[in-house]
């Protein structure tokens, strides 16, 4: 069964910034600064432990697990068929 490149970026999009956002927002609310928060804003420009840095990061990631599954389910699909 072939993966459908589109469907399976936009899941891994949608949980990735999803993901990528709680992360910032439950920082902020609990007022911790984990490690991951400084990697995170290296990576993605404008990331902070904030509610609009969070919503930046959130697109960023999503950007970046769309970019990401989509490359998965094409490997797959050429290695597997």
Known sequence: MMLDARV??????????????????VSRLTNSNP???????????GYK????????????GF???VISGMLAAWLYNRIIF
């Open 35 to 45: 490690k991951i928060i400084p990697l995170f804003a290296k990576v993605y420009i």
């Open 63 to 65: 950007i970046d697990g």
């Open 8 to 25: 399976l970026g936009v899941t891994v999009g949608c949980c990735w910034g999803t993901f990528v956002f709680l992360v910032g927002l």
């Open 49 to 60: 432990n904030t509610v609009p840095g969070s919503l930046i990061g959130a697109a960023w």
